[in-house]
């Protein structure tokens, strides 16, 4: 088992920024991704970004240009830098963890309890 746990919401004005930080405990060795994903109300979980532990990254339309994803793995932490935020990001964020496998049907995903971030107009 691997137990994620957020923190860095909050309020911001559109064009601020924020830094969302997780941090894993637990089975360590079970994930090599870890990353964040959103939801929105009403709308489905969406990726924003992620990070293998080989240092490869992948961010979702929505974050590329203005979310940087790294990692501190001696501390099993993971963190979201988030600028130039817009109305639209608001959502509750939720820091993701998963092994990579080659075959969709044995992902296992462990998930955080969300963080919500709110920006106003």
Wanted: hydrophobic share 30%; proline share 2%.
């Amino acid at each position: 088992q691997v137990q994620l746990v957020e923190s860095g919401g909050g309020l911001v004005q559109a064009g601020g920024s924020l830094r969302l930080s997780c941090v894993a405990s637990g089975n360590r060795v079970s994930i090599d991704i870890m990353g964040w994903y959103r939801q929105a109300p009403g709308k489905q979980r969406e990726l924003v970004a992620e990070s293998l532990d080989g240092g490869s990254t992948e961010y979702g339309d929505s974050a590329r240009g203005r979310f940087t994803i790294s990692r501190d793995n001696a501390k099993n932490m993971v963190y979201l830098q988030m600028n130039n935020l817009k109305p639209e990001d608001t959502a509750v964020y939720y820091c993701n963890a998963r092994r990579h496998v080659l075959n969709p049907k044995y992902r296992y995903d462990y998930w955080g309890q969300g963080t919500q971030v709110t920006v106003s107009s």
